[in-house]
């Protein structure tokens, strides 16, 4: 099982940006897949999850509105895409699986068994 985040940059407050996270070794259909973040002195939080099979999508208040989950199954790739973004939103962003459990609607960080490697966002003028 593998996950690869990628699309993180330096944007200026107010742009977007659309990360990707690749998977392989398993099949998004039957798992939650979500999208956290940490910022430094910061915990680690849930911004957006999906798990298709239960009609799951989950968005933090702090990213709704501006942030869109979404997946290609074709590709077996879930991306974020980031509108609006602010300097609160610099962190490293990581995506990760609950394969093998398939919990379900989760968002939950220890709920997620595999993750990626982050890619780094930060949002500065």
């Known amino acids: 099982v593998q996950l690869v985040e990628s699309g993180g940059d330096l944007v200026q407050p107010g742009g977007s940006l659309r990360l990707s996270c690749a998977a392989s070794?398993?099949?998004?259909?039957?798992?939650?897949i979500g999208w956290f973040r940490q910022a430094p002195g910061k915990e680690r939080e849930g911004v957006s999850c999906i798990n298709i099979s239960d009609g799951y999508t989950y968005y933090a208040d702090s990213v709704k509105g501006r942030f869109t989950i979404s997946r290609d199954n074709a590709k077996n790739t879930v991306y974020l895409q980031m509108n609006s973004l602010k300097p609160e939103d610099t962190a490293v962003y990581y995506c990760a699986t609950d394969y093998p459990y398939g919990l379900g609607k989760s968002c939950r960080d220890y709920d997620y068994e595999y993750w990626g490697q982050g890619t780094q966002v930060t949002v500065s003028s």
């Open positions: 070794g398993f099949t998004l259909d039957y798992y939650a």
